[in-house]
């Protein structure tokens, strides 16, 4: 079992052990990105779950099994309001670190007060954890928003322990060239629209849209996930390939 993360209870629940990354450095702007992220923190969950029909849960159910958790010490970056970190737990977890660039998503879950979940207010890029210190580390819907992500795969990589596993959780384009049109349409036509209604800050979800329509193919991913040092990478689909869930284990 690797050691323990750096946390103690005697810190405030929301944990900044470091200064967050300037704004604008490599394309995508993450102090834009962070900001953005604080906006939509209070109606992020009820969004989230309009916009996927309900599935988001399923998705991150799905995510957190594939880390294969219990009894182990798990890393969930991009953490948001923690939905990922409370299905860490539920499935055995015995620690679960949950990082994020936004204070308020952080302060949105650590609010809601759960055990064996620390909060830490963090850059992806740059990990303030030791090498090795976690059984496994997961990210969903969050890799896609961090301006270097192959940077912060490598940093998945350092603090994983050798054995351990990534989870990666992220949209894709679905597979068949008839669903993926409709779901284009979606995308830029009725997604902004619903936002309105459901979100605090629409130009957040047709910054979701952009982002979506951007992102490289699941082979691409794969490869990333390789070339940060992770082995037996496999991909599985989820909702027809609207989200796809990389998995692979520390060489
Ligand atoms: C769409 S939310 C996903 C939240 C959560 N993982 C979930 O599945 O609901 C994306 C999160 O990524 C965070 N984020 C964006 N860039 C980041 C970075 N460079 N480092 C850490 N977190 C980042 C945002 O603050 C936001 O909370």
Redesign the pocket.
């Known amino acids: 079992m690797p050691s323990s993360p750096p946390t103690a209870t005697s810190l405030p629940s929301i944990v900044a052990p470091g200064p967050l990354?300037a704004a604008g450095r490599e394309g995508k702007d993450?102090a834009l990105?962070?900001a953005m992220?604080?906006r939509v923190?209070p109606r992020?969950d009820l969004a989230?779950a309009a916009l996927s029909f309900g599935q988001?849960a399923h998705w991150?159910r799905v995510t957190a099994q594939a880390a294969r958790p219990a009894d182990g010490v798990v890393l969930?970056?991009?953490?948001?309001?923690g939905?990922?970190a409370v299905e860490l737990v539920a499935q055995g977890a015995s620690e679960v670190v949950a990082?994020?660039?936004?204070y308020n998503?952080l302060a949105e879950g650590a609010r809601r007060g759960h055990e064996r979940i620390r909060w830490v207010n963090?850059?992806?890029?740059q990990l303030p954890f030791p090498d090795a210190s976690f059984d496994a580390v997961t990210?969903?819907?969050?890799l896609r928003?961090?301006?270097d992500p192959q940077r912060?795969l490598r940093e998945f990589s350092r603090v994983t322990r050798p054995g351990g596993r990534v989870v990666v959780?992220e949209f894709a384009n679905p597979t068949s060239p008839a669903f993926r049109a409709v779901y284009r349409r979606y995308l830029v036509g009725a997604l902004p629209q619903v936002a309105r209604v459901v979100s605090s800050s629409a130009p957040a979800y047709r910054y979701l849209a952009d982002s979506i329509l951007a992102w490289p193919d699941r082979a691409a991913i794969a490869r990333w996930v390789e070339e940060a040092g992770y082995r037996e990478v496999l991909v599985k689909d989820l909702a027809f390939g609207i989200v796809a869930v990389h998995r692979g284990f520390r060489r």
């Open positions: 990354p993450a990105v962070q992220f604080d923190a992020y989230n988001d991150r969930d970056v991009a953490a948001g309001p939905n990922v990082l994020d660039l936004s998503m963090g850059d992806a890029q990210i969903s819907f969050g928003n961090v301006p912060a959780c």
